[in-house]
């Protein structure tokens, strides 16, 4: 059975034609995920210790002496910068993220947002976006929505479900459901599972 992560199935849903078989074949093909290859890596280490210890916005910096990549050097005070901002004067506590696998027409998408954070006291599952491309609405729905359907169960009826554009400090959450895009994501996998073996 294939087992696809959320980033992925959000790139696979969001492109049409043939970058989207191209697409279903590199994640089909790529070498094993391997940590060190994982670039944002540190910077989601760093911020997951820093509020499971419960230190203040100021330790977010720490991790910049230490990097030696010079893309990581060019790319993380941004991500450190826009963090920053955003975290502000909000009171926030650590809590244990849940995740789950959503699965439909044989096919598994791993739903593993990287913060579980009380925010002045309201719950939120927050799936960090780290890229400096701008992040779309279709996207940020699709994460979102299947956060709630996975991940609910397990939390309170009181949990956002979110997506934080680090760069850009900005906190999404929805608003509105959006009626049948559990059926359409379902028929995206239906096409993943029929492609999978001849690619």
């Known amino acids: 059975m294939p087992e696809i992560s959320l980033t992925d199935f959000v790139d696979i849903v969001s492109t049409s034609g043939t970058p989207k078989l191209t697409k279903v074949r590199?994640?089909?093909?790529?070498?094993?995920?391997?940590?060190a290859m994982d670039f944002y890596k540190p910077f989601r280490d760093h911020?997951?210790?820093?509020?499971?210890q419960g230190l203040n916005r100021n330790h977010l910096r720490n991790i910049l002496p230490t990097l030696t990549d010079q893309k990581k050097i060019a790319n993380y005070p941004a991500l450190v910068q826009g963090?920053?901002?955003w975290w502000g004067r909000k009171q926030v506590v650590w809590f244990n993220p849940h995740n789950d696998v959503w699965s439909a027409n044989n096919v598994y998408?791993?739903?593993n947002p990287e913060l579980g954070l009380r925010v002045n006291n309201t719950p939120y599952l927050i799936k960090l976006y780290l890229k400096a491309d701008r992040l779309s609405k279709p996207r940020i729905d699709i994460i979102t929505h299947l956060m709630d359907i996975c991940l609910s169960q397990h939390c309170s009826q009181v949990t956002v479900m979110s997506v934080l554009d680090v760069r850009r400090a900005h906190l999404i959450s929805p608003t509105?459901?959006?009626?049948?895009?559990?059926?359409?994501?379902?028929?995206?996998?239906?096409?993943?599972s029929a492609l999978w073996p001849h690619v």
């Open 47 to 52: 911020l997951t210790d820093v509020h499971r």
């Open 83 to 85: 963090y920053s901002r």
């Open 109 to 111: 998408v791993r739903v």
């Open 26 to 35: 590199r994640v089909k093909n790529r070498a094993p995920y391997s940590p």
């Open 176 to 192: 509105v459901p959006i009626s049948g895009l559990t059926a359409a994501l379902g028929a995206e996998l239906a096409y993943v």
